[in-house]
């Protein structure tokens, strides 16, 4: 099967972190089929964004990493802030001559938007003009920030039509299923594929050993939290709620990089817990494998999420994770482990316990492989591809 994909979510070298699940996937995909991913890149990211990352090259990926995967970096050219209703026409024109030529090149037998809007727009526009059948893939806040009540303008309007437009819709989570339903997709038409974690890199590993490579040698516990630093991974209630704690015998690291770093630090300062608090940037895959390792806790404190790939990866070095309880947050952590969002006492008061007396982990089940997720999408994908075919030979 030939596939074509639309997404802004992939890695560039300028950020060369981003998204690394469309990478893990599509790179397990393109072991039993040529894939090509056109990924818009917004103008105001420099023009260093708009080179691939080198494990990849531009068009074509280094023998043997990925032989059947190519990756084009488009600029995508948008109004920041204000028009949002148009950008998925806007991402329509910026990529259409990338994408005709794709076409014409791969003969794809089916296009992949990732992301509802403007990418699943887009996508979906472009392969109704080359006549191709099209699924989109949604991810979390695409849909869960979408009120099913207001959706008469805007980013909300678009996203409907998105849904509309599409052949099938892919879920990474139950509750994204539901939530697609809830926004009018056929329940036939949908389904949850969820993500799969990089096995070879995320596996338990000796805590002293992962330590000494992070460079971490205290004896507090190692509190770890990883995501954006945007308002809805809810750092903030994650320092409300450890500044609350009635001792000091923990240190906290949060990785990740975004527009909140200068409040977030303010927030450190106003509660008096510079000594406990560090926040680095984005790791590597494998770097965050040690970190894992070497911490005592992930806590996940987002006021609105998919289903984590940094929970999944956790547990796979078992890692244990408190993560408030919204999305899909409860499919991938354990009914003990989840706080109610936004909640800093419950968040303190679940902290607490755990700091007094840590659980004993049993042993995780299998990790799942991103082969496990690929193998699901190229089924779906290849029944989206089958269906259309036949409504259109019925037609």
């Avoid at 791969?106 to 472009?126: R, T």
């Avoid at 954006?228 to 903030?236: E, I, M, Y």
Wanted: aromatic share 6%; proline share 8%.
């Amino acid at each position: 099967m030939r596939i074509l994909v639309v997404t802004n979510l992939f890695p560039n070298a300028a950020q060369p972190q981003r998204a690394m699940f469309n990478l893990h996937q599509f790179t397990a995909l393109a072991l039993h089929h040529r894939v090509h991913v056109i990924a818009p890149v917004a103008w105001t990211s420099g023009a260093r964004a708009l080179r691939p990352i080198p494990a990849l090259g531009h068009e074509r990926p280094e023998p043997g990493s990925a032989p059947h995967l190519s990756v084009t970096h488009i600029p995508y050219f948008y109004t920041p802030k204000s028009f949002r209703g148009r950008y998925g026409h806007l991402m329509a024109t910026s990529i259409r001559t990338s994408f005709h030529a794709a076409v014409r090149s791969l003969a794809p037998d089916i296009v992949l938007g990732c992301w509802a809007y403007p990418d699943g727009w887009a996508a979906a526009s472009l392969a109704r003009e080359a006549g191709l059948p099209v699924a989109l893939k949604v991810h979390g806040s695409d849909l869960m920030l979408i009120d099913p009540h207001r959706v008469h303008a805007g980013r909300p309007r678009r996203t409907l039509e998105s849904l509309r437009m599409v052949d099938g819709v892919i879920a990474v989570g139950r509750h994204l299923r539901d939530r697609a339903i809830t926004l009018g997709v056929d329940a036939r038409r949908a389904w949850v594929i969820r993500n799969g974690v990089d096995t070879s890199v995320f596996s338990p590993a000796d805590k002293s050993a992962a330590r000494r490579a992070i460079g971490y040698e205290e004896a507090s516990p190692l509190i770890l939290s990883v995501g954006n630093l945007a308002p809805v991974k809810g750092h903030d209630i994650l320092i409300r709620a450890l500044a609350s704690l009635p001792h000091r015998n923990w240190r906290c690291v949060i990785i990740g990089h975004g527009p909140q770093l200068g409040r977030l630090r303010r927030c450190i300062a106003l509660a008096h817990v510079q000594g406990n608090f560090r926040i680095v940037p984005p790791r590597t895959q494998q770097e965050l494998a040690q970190w894992y390792r070497a911490a005592d806790l992930l806590v996940l404190p987002s006021r609105s999420e998919g289903v984590p790939n940094v929970a999944m990866e956790a547990a796979a070095c078992r890692l244990p994770v408190i993560a408030s309880d919204v999305g899909g947050v409860s499919d991938v952590v354990a009914a003990e482990g989840l706080v109610p969002p936004g909640d800093a006492r419950a968040l303190t008061a679940r902290l607490e316990t755990w700091l007094d007396d840590p659980p004993v982990l049993a042993d995780p089940p299998k990790a799942r492989s991103w082969a496990d997720s690929a193998s699901e999408l190229s089924d779906v994908l290849s029944a989206v591809a089958l269906s259309h075919s036949q409504r259109r030979a019925a037609a």
